[in-house]
């Protein structure tokens, strides 16, 4: 079982993840502007002590996730937008990492199923259990309410600087899958959707992260790469470094593998998407949720 410094330090960030997110929510509105609510997220958690453990994500509509502002972003809030605001938060490198669905139409079917199959899925977490059996209980209770879940986006491991790990937690059921043991922390992220419930890339980029630590011939990018060593390998974006010859500095670190990029990933066009997320350090009869 994790416990003293190391799982305070999950509990802190929880903490701040809670309350970052839910400012966050609030700032979901027709008119607001992207940027905005992304900056000053962002900026709350740097104030509250927390580390940035990944760009915020704001994803609309068929958009599922890896959305966030680009510089300059104008894009607002809409009437009718389902928007999804996921945020993650570290101390010392151990990491929250949590997610809520915003509707500023008539979905609340759809953003209540992503709901429902994460509450289901908290319940069902303790030593002993399978990771298929927990992303079964999330595809009934999707499916129940005439939604597809997204079967090709999952739940995962943390770790101090690492964001995806094991266990995985399927959005579907499956036979067998990881056994679940005291002291495993991960994220259960359901995605509720009306489209094909699968994503695919889009063309829009804006979060990167390092993969590599090859020479840099480029001096832009060599620049660029002293600021994201700091981020040790977590995701940035962006526009936290827009200047100019970033996107030249960028083109040339993807060129020579050493960084990647995430793609804005969404389901058909037309379609909306939900999710839900909470991470959680799995006890000897069940679960800590630390950003509840």
């Not at 992207?34 to 958009?63: H, Q, R, Y």
């Not at 300059?72 to 490198?93: N, Q, T």
């Not at 970033?246 to 083109?251: F, G, I, K, V, Y």
């Amino acid at each position: 079982m994790i416990e003293g410094e190391i799982l305070e330090k999950y509990l802190e960030a929880g903490r701040i993840a809670r309350e970052c997110r839910d400012s966050a929510a609030e700032r979901v509105k027709e008119g607001e502007k992207i940027l905005d609510v992304v900056v000053d997220s962002e900026e709350k958690i740097v104030s509250m002590g927390g580390g940035i453990a990944f760009p915020l994500n704001i994803s609309l509509n068929e958009a599922a996730a890896h959305d966030t502002a680009s510089p300059g972003d104008e894009r607002v809030f809409k009437s009718g937008d389902v928007v999804k605001v996921d945020l993650g938060v570290h101390i010392d490198g151990y990491i929250a990492d949590t997610a809520v669905t915003i509707d500023l139409g008539r979905n609340d079917l759809l953003v209540g199923a992503s709901r429902a199959a994460l509450n289901a899925a908290i319940g069902a977490v303790r030593p002993g259990v399978r990771t298929g059996e927990i992303g079964a209980m999330i595809q009934a209770e999707i499916e129940s309410r005439g939604y597809r879940p997204v079967a090709n986006l999952t739940g995962h491991g943390l770790g101090r600087y690492l964001l995806h790990g094991i266990p995985t937690i399927p959005n579907v059921g499956m036979q067998g899958g990881t056994e679940l043991e005291e002291g495993m922390v991960f994220a259960i992220e359901p995605f509720a959707s009306t489209g094909t419930g699968m994503v695919s890339d889009s063309s829009r980029t804006e979060i990167y992260s390092q993969i590599s630590g090859r020479q840099i011939r480029l001096p832009s990018a060599r620049k660029l790469m002293k600021k994201v060593a700091e981020r040790n390998n977590l995701p940035f974006s962006r526009h936290w470094y827009y200047e100019e010859k970033c996107d030249l500095a960028l083109s040339q670190l993807m060129k020579q593998n050493i960084i990647r990029g995430y793609p804005v990933l969404h389901d058909v066009p037309g379609s909306l998407v939900s999710q839900a997320e909470h991470t959680m350090v799995v006890t000897a009869d069940g679960c800590i949720v630390t950003t509840d």
